[in-house]
């Protein structure tokens, strides 16, 4: 499992995914959400984006609905 936490950003706090491609995003309100990742890579994007000072919420956003590389999990 990676885990990224303490994330520089004004909505998301952490970021993980377990190897099943299931990424829990927890937000500054402390809810956390799950999405299945169809890359497998979105975890490694956000470590991309952190070293790279972009915006982690872009990103994010960009993944769930625009690239939609991000789908929601339904429980």
């Known amino acids: 499992m990676k885990l990224i936490e303490n994330i520089d950003s ?7 995914e377990g190897d099943d491609n299931i990424v829990t995003v927890t937000f500054n309100s402390g809810k956390s959400y799950n999405y299945r990742d169809m890359t497998g890579n979105f975890v ?3 470590e991309n984006a952190m070293e790279n000072n972009q915006s982690v919420g872009r990103l994010f956003n960009r993944a769930l609905k625009e690239d939609q590389t991000l789908q929601i ?3």
């Not at 004004?10 to 993980?16: D, G, K, L, P, Y």
């Open 10 to 16: 004004t909505a998301i706090n952490a970021v993980s």
């Open 44 to 46: 490694n994007s956000v």
């Open 73 to 75: 999990v339904t429980v």
